[in-house]
């Protein structure tokens, strides 16, 4: 069973940073794809960036998802922060491995979640 701990959230000026991590434990996820995704109140979760079991850095706007396959750790780099970007922001991996892109249909963990809150 794997687990996926999201941490790094908080609350943060617009215009400001963030990065997240998501630490996976209980297999190792070289092979697999993941994602960050994000649910604001009301809304539904959408997919913020995904990065393919064999990309090591992926750019998606004001924002950069990389990960070190040696520490297990998927990050999500979060600049020129917005108050729309405020939401609950979550990390998944993909079901099964070697998947070229994740959605939410082919999730197969997710972690708990962290808030990311930008003010005004």
């Known amino acids: 069973q794997v687990q996926l701990a999201e941490s790094g959230g908080g609350l943060v000026q617009t215009g400001g940073s963030l990065r997240l991590s998501c630490a996976a434990s209980?297999?190792?996820?070289?092979?697999?794809?993941m994602g960050w995704f994000r649910q604001a109140p009301g809304r539904e979760r959408e997919l913020v960036g995904s990065?393919?079991?064999s990309d090591s850095t992926v750019y998606v706007g004001r924002f950069t998802i990389s990960k070190d396959n040696a520490k297990n750790t998927v990050y999500l780099e979060m600049g020129s922060l917005k108050p729309e970007d405020t939401a609950v922001y979550y990390c998944?991996?993909?079901?099964?491995?070697?998947?070229?892109?994740?959605?939410?249909?082919?999730?197969?963990?997710w972690g708990q979640g962290t808030q990311v809150t930008v003010s005004s």
């Open positions: 990065i393919a079991w």
């Open positions: 209980g297999r190792t996820f070289s092979t697999y794809t």
């Open positions: 998944a991996l993909a079901r099964f491995p070697f998947q070229p892109v994740i959605t939410t249909q082919n999730v197969g963990s």
